[in-house]
C-alpha cells in the first residue's frame, strides 16, 4: 500500500519494500547503482539504492529477499558500506575483484525453485537481465522487470532534473555535430543497421555537442538519441532547449521530441528496420518496445570509441585546462601550507572549499568533476572517503593528507591526487609514498604496442609496489572525458578487467595513473595524474604508443625516500617538475609562485 511519507531509516524501508513485495507475488528484489542511461552516476531520482540502504557511495549492488538482503561493493567502499549500513539489516557483501556476478550466484543460491525476481527494467541493462537468467534459469527462477516498487514506498521521491541544456561553446568544438553523425552513420552502415539507439548520456553529449547539468559533477543532461539514415531524434524533457538551439538541431539533422516519447517511437519503427543496439548501455525496457519484425542488430556503441580518442586540438584544449587547474593547485597548496605552518584550523571540509574556490577563479572552470576526497591520516585508507560536517578530521598533528580532487573546465575535464605530509613523518610514511611514486613513473614512463589491451599495462604500475609485497584493491587507471564524465570507457587499466576488442589502446586516448598503497586505521598514499596515448617513434616492430603526462603539479618531495629512487626514476621526477614550473609560471605570482619554485626544486642523492 503506498505510503503518506517516507519511512525514515533504512531498516523502516526495508521493510516497507518487503511488504511491497509480498503483495506484489515477488520474492526478491534486484536494486543496483543505474538509471534507464547505465549511468555511473545517477539524478537523485534514481538513487533508490543509496535511499533504500543508507549506503551512499556511487557504486554498489543491493538485493533484498524476505528474509535476507545484501549489498555488494568492492574493497574501495568496505569500511564506509560497514559504517553505513549498521542496524539496516543489510549485510555487507565484499566483492573481490572478478566477482562481478557473485550477486546473480547468491541471488540462485538463496531462492527455491519457481520464485520470482524482481527489478525495474528501466534502469537495468539488457545485457544484464541476461546474465542474470543464465544464473537463475536453471532453478526454473523467473523475472519480472516491469515494475518500480520503490514508488510505492518512496512518495517524496526526488523529481527528475530540469536544468537547461547549452551548446558546448564552438571555441572548444573540433568536430562538428553533422560531421559526428556522419561518421557514426558509417559505423551503422558497415555492421548492417539503419537506425541505432543511443542512451548514454556522454555519448549524446559528445555526438551533439550539448552539455547540461543534470547529474551532479557530469556536464550531461537525460536523453536518449534516435539515429536514422538521414535525420536523428533527441528525445529531451520539454522547455530544456531554447528555441534557438532547437532551431540548430534542426539545420543539422536532428529533430526534438519528449524525453518519455522514445520508447512509443522504438515500438513504431518500420518492420524492415535494422536497429543497432549495445545491450550493455540500453535498458531492458527500450529493447522490450522494439517491435519483433525489426532486425535487432547488437554490437558495441560505435561512439563510445571514437569518443574516447581525443583529436589533437581537444588535447590542445585539454593542456590548457590543466595549466588553469595546475595554477589553481598552486594557489591551493601555498595557502594549505601557509595555514598548517600558523597553526590555522584546517579540517578536510575546507581543503574541499579553499581548492574548489581556487579553482572557481581560473579560465573557463565549470564545477567540480567529483566530490573532492580530503583524507586525512586513517581516512586516507578509504579510496572513496568523503568527508562531511558531521564526521570530518581536523588536520593537525602528524601524517599525511591525501587529496583527490578534479575540476571541469570548458576545455577539458581534470583529476589529481597528491599527498600532503603534515607535521613530521617517518620512515615508513616515506617508504609507502616512495613505492607508490615508483609505480607512477614506471607507467608514465611506459613505451607498448598500439592496439593492446589496455588491462594489460597494469602490471606495469604494480610491478614495483609487488616487488615490495604490497597491492591494492582498486583499478590503476580510468579513460577522461572531454568536458564529460570523469570516468569513461572503453579503456581502463585494471587487470582484473576483461579485454576486449575495444579496450585497445589508440592515440588520443585520456587514462588516469592512479596507483596506491592503504594501510587501514594508519594512512593512505595514491599518487595519481591524467596522461594521454601519442604516437612514438616508427619501429621496425610495429607503431607504438607512449604517454604525454598533461596534468601539472609538483609531487610532494618531502615525503620521498630518494635511496629507494633509481637515477632513471630521478630524472623522471625531475624533468617533470621542469615541465611543471616552466608552464605554471606565467600563469601564478606571489605565494602561489614561491610555492611552485620551492616545490619544483631538482632532487639528487
Not at 520503490?150 to 547549452?166: G, H, S, Y
Not at 570509441?305 to 595549466?323: F, P
Request: include cysteine; charge should be negative; aromatic fraction near 8%.
Amino acid at each position: 500500500m503506498p505510503l503518506s511519507e517516507s519511512p525514515q531509516t533504512p531498516a523502516a524501508r526495508l521493510a516497507a519494500l518487503r511488504d511491497t513485495m509480498r503483495e506484489q507475488g515477488v520474492d526478491a528484489w534486484w536494486l543496483p547503482s543505474s538509471d534507464p542511461h547505465s549511468s555511473e552516476y545517477l539524478p537523485h531520482h534514481w538513487q533508490g539504492r543509496a535511499w533504500l540502504s543508507g549506503f551512499d557511495g556511487s557504486v554498489g549492488t543491493l538485493v533484498i529477499t524476505q528474509q535476507a538482503a545484501g549489498l555488494w561493493v568492492d574493497s574501495r567502499y568496505w569500511v564506509q558500506a560497514e559504517q553505513q549500513l549498521a542496524g539496516s539489516g543489510i549485510e555487507l557483501m565484499k566483492l573481490q575483484p572478478g566477482q562481478a556476478q557473485h550477486p546473480k550466484q547468491w541471488l540462485a543460491e538463496q531462492l527455491p525453485e519457481g520464485a520470482t525476481v524482481g527489478f525495474d527494467g528501466a534502469v537495468v541493462s539488457a545485457a544484464s537481465v541476461r546474465q542474470m537468467e543464465a544464473h537463475l534459469a536453471p532453478k526454473g527462477i523467473r523475472w519480472e522487470g516491469h515494475r518500480d516498487l520503490l514508488d510505492a514506498i518512496w512518495p517524496d521521491r526526488p523529481a527528475l532534473p530540469e536544468a537547461p541544456v547549452r551548446g558546448h561553446p564552438s571555441a572548444y568544438v573540433d568536430t562538428s555535430r553533422r560531421d559526428k553523425l556522419a561518421t557514426l552513420r558509417q559505423e551503422m552502415e558497415a555492421q548492417g543497421a539503419d537506425t541505432h539507439l543511443v542512451s548514454t548520456l556522454d555519448d549524446i553529449a559528445w555526438l551533439t555537442n550539448l552539455r547540461g547539468s543534470d547529474v551532479d559533477f557530469n556536464p550531461v543532461f537525460l536523453s536518449h538519441l534516435l539515429v536514422e539514415a538521414t535525420r536523428a531524434t533527441l528525445f529531451v524533457a520539454r522547455g530544456k532547449l531554447d528555441d534557438a538551439l532547437v532551431g540548430e538541431l534542426a539545420d543539422d539533422g536532428i529533430d526534438v521530441a519528449d524525453y518519455a516519447l522514445v520508447a512509443k517511437r522504438l515500438a513504431a519503427l518500420s518492420a524492415d528496420a535494422r536497429l543497432l543496439i549495445d545491450p550493455a548501455r540500453v535498458s531492458l525496457a527500450l529493447t522490450e518496445a522494439v517491435p519483433e519484425s525489426v532486425t535487432v542488430v547488437e554490437a558495441f556503441q560505435p561512439s563510445t570509441l571514437a569518443k574516447s580518442r581525443k583529436s589533437d586540438r581537444d588535447i590542445a584544449h585539454v593542456r590548457h585546462a590543466m595549466e588553469e587547474d595546475g595554477a589553481a593547485l598552486c594557489a591551493f597548496f601555498a595557502w594549505l601550507e601557509d595555514a598548517l605552518a600558523s597553526d590555522e584550523a584546517v579540517t578536510e571540509l575546507n581543503v574541499d572549499e579553499r581548492i574548489t574556490a581556487a579553482r572557481a577563479e581560473r579560465d573557463g572552470f565549470v564545477s567540480r568533476s567529483f566530490a573532492t576526497i580530503a583524507a586525512f591520516n586513517a581516512n586516507g585508507a578509504l579510496p572513496h572517503y568523503h568527508a562531511t560536517p558531521a564526521a570530518h578530521s581536523v588536520i593537525e598533528g602528524d601524517g599525511l593528507l591525501l587529496i583527490d580532487s578534479g575540476a571541469q573546465y570548458l576545455g577539458g575535464t581534470t583529476d589529481i591526487t597528491r599527498v600532503v605530509p603534515v607535521g613530521e613523518i617517518d620512515a615508513a610514511h616515506r617508504r609507502d609514498f616512495t613505492q607508490v611514486l615508483k609505480g607512477t613513473i614506471a607507467l608514465s614512463r611506459a613505451q607498448f604496442p598500439r592496439g593492446i589491451p589496455s588491462p594489460q599495462l597494469d602490471a606495469i604500475a604494480r610491478a614495483p609496489l609487488w616487488a615490495a609485497g604490497i597491492d591494492y584493491g582498486h583499478g590503476t587507471g580510468h579513460g577522461v572525458g572531454y568536458f564529460l564524465n570523469v570516468h569513461e570507457g572503453p579503456q581502463v587499466i585494471a587487470w582484473y578487467a576483461s579485454p576486449t576488442p575495444q579496450s585497445a589502446m589508440q592515440p588520443g586516448m585520456i587514462t588516469s595513473i592512479e596507483p596506491g598503497v592503504y594501510r587501514p586505521g594508519q594512512w593512505g598514499v595514491r599518487i595519481e595524474n591524467l596522461v594521454v596515448n601519442r604516437s612514438a617513434q616508427p619501429s621496425d616492430f610495429g607503431e607504438f604508443l607512449h604517454f604525454e603526462t598533461l596534468t601539472l603539479c609538483p609531487i610532494d618531495t618531502r615525503a620521498i625516500d630518494i635511496a629507494l629512487l633509481d637515477d632513471a626514476e630521478i630524472a623522471w621526477l625531475n624533468a617533470y617538475h621542469d615541465e611543471v614550473r616552466q608552464r605554471l609560471m606565467p600563469k601564478v605570482d606571489g605565494e602561489a609562485r614561491d610555492w611552485l619554485e620551492r616545490r619544483t626544486a631538482a632532487i639528487a642523492r
